[in-house]
């Protein structure tokens, strides 16, 4: 008998991936939706990542794309220099149809490379708390861009670009698109693996470090450990989301990594809600839709706004707007609704009828 | 090889003085009401903007004014209009929240936002273009030894070591100051004694928006070209530098400010300028790292 509660959540995310990929390789859907759809899946990795620290253990820290930069930069680097002919690095080590098999792999490093980098958090933590804490994520942000900044090798300020080359790779070996399964799997697989740590009776102590850090080292939480795996799995799939960034984007810049992303990750995780993860993959939908959406709404109303007579012919509405209309969105739920879209509760504790048909664990 | 470690530093205290300026707004703000004002930095921009418009409008008037009369109207003028910017996000934004007793990561939440709003906003309605500052007063270099020092850059100095002074005097010797440091210390049992929490709150927020205000003019003076963005980073290093000092001492802040502007144009005299930022924030992230709480904050101990 299979387990149909259990089953019902992933097959329905399986269908609608390989939906998604088929109606891709037929073109049904063109390009830029395809992008959308890899944005939104980038972005959930983001906020559901972002949210273990902001949300589960409650510290406010702002340089979460420090740790995407890290991750975008080593899985971009060790497939161009392993699978690509480049002027940087020379001969592909390996033949370019393997990149497809190691591209996890790479991945994978990049993850490490990005959890390794959160230790620059995750130490300073043990004793700083707060605002404190806050002003180090900040600096660590400041310090690793301006380190890629500082890398001539890897093209410094100007950027760093040849992904599409990985992507060509991959899509030699079977021309169907890589990407759109490789975010899929990621971004399951990072929802999966927070779900799993923070229902665990040893991820609990995240929380129980949110509720109050004293009193849970009295009840024998190793806090500084908890902090230490927290900070570490949030920046590793952080990492994650930049190495899927680079190789959908095919070009990656410092500063593209800058206050501005983490800004955004803060805005997706207050906005679903600190400490739910079903509001924070709502969040990062609703999220890359509204910046998506309004990139058409704001000429649209501009034309509108003209036909009518109401603002002079001169001024036209520019799409620097969208990034007024979105922290204006979070300024009035933030009045309104203060503990986001979500709260601290899940999907199924707001319509409990859907615990009848599914489980995620 | 003196001489330009003297010219250095005289170039430090001045790009240390906007910090300084800046970061006491911070820790204004911060030693109030336990809020990290994320949209200080663009207040300092809005600062900026209205001085220039002041400016421009005093430039096209009729009366033929001269550069200084001008500016000795735009110093005040801006101070007091960029604290009603300053009090107007208090009241819309932080006021409704704190009433309802919301939690203070929301606050800093919507501070975040609200200076995302006054930059995008400024640069949706403004256009991208540069505005570039008018020149209201003759540039005089003195040179002592061979270093070289403009009137601009003293007086820069100068307002900064004045505003601190003052700033110490307000919030030490006054009723007003001594009733901020009550909050400060326990903001439950100040309303108790009969304390106007919300106007003390205000007050605070004029000092501190006044001061961006201010050191916008300088900085628009300094460096003649504005942008919208022109608050964000400065703001953030300003806010670091804060924090370093001991945020909520305002001692800590103007030491911090000078501090971070020491750092930067040494590690800019010493090593090419893009390792300006690295070098800044490695020095500071250290500096936290060995004393948590900055280096004249005071560690505040948890009770269960």
Redesign the interface.
């Known amino acids: 008998m299979i387990n149909t509660k259990k089953m019902s959540v992933p097959s329905l995310l399986f269908l609608l991936a390989a939906g998604t990929i088929i109606a891709a390789h037929f073109q049904l859907i063109d390009l830029y939706v395809q992008t959308v759809i890899m944005f939104i899946g980038v972005n959930i990795i983001l906020s559901s990542s972002f949210n273990i620290i902001n949300g589960y253990m409650g510290e406010?820290a702002c340089g979460h794309a420090g740790f995407m930069a890290v991750g975008a930069y080593v899985t971009s680097v060790l497939n161009i220099m392993f699978f690509t002919n480049s002027k940087t690095f020379g001969q592909a080590i390996f033949a370019p149809e393997l990149a497809l098999y190691f591209f996890p792999v790479t991945m994978f490093i990049g993850g490490v490379a990005a959890a390794i980098t959160g230790l620059l958090v995750a130490?300073?933590s043990f004793?700083?708390r707060d605002?404190?804490l806050?002003?180090?994520t900040?600096?660590?942000n400041?310090?690793i861009?301006?380190?890629f900044?500082?890398m001539d090798v890897i093209g410094?300020?100007r950027g760093f670009m040849g992904m599409k080359q990985i992507v060509f790779a991959m899509e030699d070996v079977a021309y169907i698109p890589w990407m759109l399964i490789w975010v899929f799997t990621f971004t399951y697989f990072t929802v999966f693996v927070i779900r799993r740590f923070v229902t665990s009776t040893y991820g609990k102590g995240i929380i129980a470090i949110h509720q109050?850090?004293?009193?849970a080292e009295i009840m024998s939480v190793n806090t500084n450990k908890m902090k230490l795996v927290a900070f570490m799995l949030s920046s590793g799939l952080a990492g994650l989301a930049g190495g899927l960034f680079a190789h959908i984007l095919g070009y990656i810049n410092p500063n593209s990594f800058g206050?501005l992303k983490s800004?955004e990750c803060?805005?997706m995780v207050?906005l679903g809600g600190?400490g739910s993860l079903s509001g924070s993959i709502i969040a990062a939908v609703i999220f890359t839709l509204l910046i998506e959406g309004l990139r058409f709404i704001i000429p649209a109303a501009d034309t509108l706004l003209h036909l009518m007579p109401i603002i002079p012919d001169t001024f036209h509405?520019?799409q620097?707007?969208k990034?007024?209309i979105?922290?204006?969105i979070?300024?009035i739920l933030?009045?309104f609704r203060?503990e986001g879209l979500m709260g601290n509760r899940e999907l199924s504790d707001f319509f409990p009828k859907l615990k009848k048909y599914y489980e995620f664990k | 090889m003196l001489d330009s470690i003297f010219q250095n530093l005289f170039n430090a205290l001045q790009w240390g003085s906007f910090y300084s300026l800046i970061a006491l707004g911070y820790t204004l703000v911060y030693g109030v009401l336990r809020l990290i004002n994320f949209a200080h930095g663009d207040i300092f921009m809005v600062g900026a903007y209205i001085a220039f418009f002041l400016a421009m409008f005093f430039l096209q008037g009729d009366g033929g004014l001269s550069g200084p009369v001008i500016l000795a109207m735009v110093i005040p003028l801006t101070m007091i209009l960029t604290s009603v910017c300053g009090v107007a996000l208090e009241r819309i934004a932080y006021r409704p929240l704190r009433r309802k007793g919301a939690n203070r990561l929301y606050v800093v939440i919507t501070a975040l936002m609200c200076g995302l709003i006054l930059e995008n906003g400024n640069l949706a309605f403004l256009g991208a273009s540069r505005k570039s500052f008018p020149e209201l007063i003759d540039k005089v270099v003195y040179n002592i030894g061979s270093i070289s020092m403009t009137n601009l850059k003293i007086g820069v100095i100068l307002s900064s070591i004045l505003v601190y002074f003052v700033l110490n005097a307000i919030i030490s010797k006054t009723r007003i100051g001594m009733a901020m440091r009550g909050i400060s210390y326990d903001k439950f049992a100040i309303p108790l004694m009969g304390i106007p929490i919300d106007t003390i709150i205000m007050v605070t927020f004029i000092l501190g928006s006044s001061l961006a205000g201010l050191a916008g003019i300088l900085f628009a003076m300094s460096y003649p070209v504005l942008d919208p963005f022109m608050g964000a980073l400065i703001g953030w290093k300003a806010f670091i530098a804060a924090v370093v000092g001991g945020i909520g001492d305002i001692k800590g802040a103007f030491v911090g400010g000078f501090l971070l502007g020491i750092v930067e144009i040494l590690a800019m005299a010493i090593f090419p300028s893009t390792f300006r930022d690295l070098i800044a924030f490695s020095i500071l992230m250290i500096i936290l790292v060995i004393k948590p709480t900055g280096l004249f904050g005071i560690a505040k101990s948890t009770k269960i």
Do not use: H, R
């Open positions: 406010f130490v300073p004793k700083t605002d404190y806050a002003i180090i900040l600096a660590a400041f310090i861009v301006s380190l900044i500082n410094g300020a109050d850090e004293i009193a206050i800004t803060l805005v207050y600190m509405l520019s620097v707007l990034w007024v979105i922290p204006l979070l300024v933030m009045q203060p």
